[in-house]
T-cell receptor
Framework: AQRVTQPEKLLSVFKGAPVELKCNYS??????LFWYVQYSRQRLQLLLR??SRESIKGFTADLNKGETSFHLKKPFAQEEDSAMYYC???????????FGKGTTLSVSS | NAGVTQTPKFRVLKTGQSMTLLCAQD?????MYWYRQDPGMGLRLIHY???????AKGEVPDGYNVSRLKKQNFLLGLESAAPSQTSVYFC?????????????FGPGTRLTVL
């Protein structure tokens, strides 16, 4: 079965604190994973993809096949990081994304 | 470029009424998608299309129909609306040759069914 699990509905941290948004997946073979973000009053947009091994807005995510995880991390949270974050998995056919239920990140000063 | 646009932005229906949501994209994308977003349920795929004239069912297709008569447009229809279809609906499209990875989303349509 192909599935994405985001165990936290809400994550609240203080500005400057480290952030880790959890994502676990179920997939046969080599998965392709992504993080999407939806800021308030903005459209959902791609944040980063694991194959690029990039850092976007200070966020990184490493694929851990042993733990079937793709957690999103940032060492020092900023208030502008407050948003809804979705982890997504490309389906076997390569035709659609399977999204998790999302985690709302709230960063306060 | 306008990107992905959705019409209408808001709509209130009574149970049993029908309506069509229009999604248009001007990026020459092959793939298009319809999602619904509900609190605590995240983003769920309703139907999608990998090219003009083709459609496929997603995770939650019941109660919806779609058509992709033109490459740039993807229509989502509700034949007989139910309160359970109250949701925010998002359309998305993706690049022609790189598949479904990077999807570009519309602004959403907020639908309330009374």
């Amino acid at each position: 079965a192909q599935r994405v699990t985001q165990p936290e509905k809400l994550l609240s941290v203080f500005k400057g604190a480290p952030v880790e948004l959890k994502c676990n997946y179920s997939y046969s073979g080599s998965p392709e994973l992504f993080w999407y973000v939806q800021y308030s009053r903005q459209r959902l947009q791609l944040l980063l993809r694991h194959i690029s091994r990039e850092s976007i807005k200070g966020f990184t995510a490493d694929l851990n096949k042993g733990e079937t995880s793709f957690h999103l991390k940032k060492p020092f949270a900023q208030e502008e990081d407050s948003a809804m974050y979705y982890c997504a998995l490309l389906n076997q056919a390569g035709t659609a994304l399977i999204f998790g239920k999302g985690t709302t990140l709230s960063v306060s000063s | 470029n306008a990107g992905v646009t959705q019409t209408p932005k808001f709509r209130v229906l009574k149970t049993g009424q029908s309506m069509t949501l229009l999604c248009a994209q001007d990026m020459n994308h092959e793939y298009m998608y319809w999602y619904r977003q509900d609190p605590g349920m995240g983003l769920r795929l309703i139907h999608y299309s990998v090219g003009e004239g083709t459609t496929a069912k997603g995770e939650v297709p019941d109660g919806y129909n779609v058509s992709r008569l033109k490459k740039q447009n993807f229509l989502l229809g509700l034949e007989s609306a139910a309160p359970s279809q109250t949701s925010v609906y998002f359309c998305a499209s993706s690049y022609p040759n790189t598949g479904a990875e990077e999807q570009f989303f519309g602004p959403g349509t907020r639908l309330t069914v009374l």
